[in-house]
């Protein structure tokens, strides 16, 4: 099980930092990522971080701006997102694959409920 939480409304430029914490231990080859959904448009990868070794994935349209990263004492995924723009305004996921990394949303096992981010002045 998958719950995230902080999402919420920000100004452009402004930030958030999403977590997502999973229930049971990941393997160390288990890929925690997350995905972002706008209305109307389809799943968005944004990125990932294999849980055994931390190594970190990135959109191109999120590299520079957004930071993975994780706790196994808590078993916590964090997205920190800094100068947000108003075409991040998404639900975000966060998903589990079991297989590895993948960028395509539809390769992921488990999911959270979502946590809706809003970037609007």
């Known amino acids: 099980q998958l719950v995230e939480s902080g999402g919420g409304s920000v100004q452009p430029g402004g930030s958030l930092r999403l977590s997502c914490t999973v229930s049971?231990?990941?393997?160390?080859?288990?890929?925690l990522g997350w995905i972002r959904q706008a209305p109307g448009k389809e799943r968005e990868f944004v990125a990932a971080?294999?849980?055994?070794?931390?190594?970190?994935y990135y959109s191109n349209t999120v590299k520079g701006r957004f930071t993975i990263s994780r706790d196994g004492a808590s078993r916590t995924v964090h997205l920190q997102m800094n100068n947000l723009e108003p075409g991040d305004t998404a639900t975000y996921y966060c998903?589990?694959?079991?297989?590895?990394?993948?960028?395509?949303?539809?390769?992921?096992?488990?999911w959270g409920q979502g946590t809706q981010v809003t970037v609007s002045s």
């Open positions: 049971g231990r990941p393997y160390s080859s288990h890929v």
């Open positions: 971080i294999r849980w055994g070794v931390g190594n970190t």
């Open positions: 998903a589990l694959n079991r297989n590895g990394l993948s960028y395509s949303p539809s390769d992921y096992d488990d």
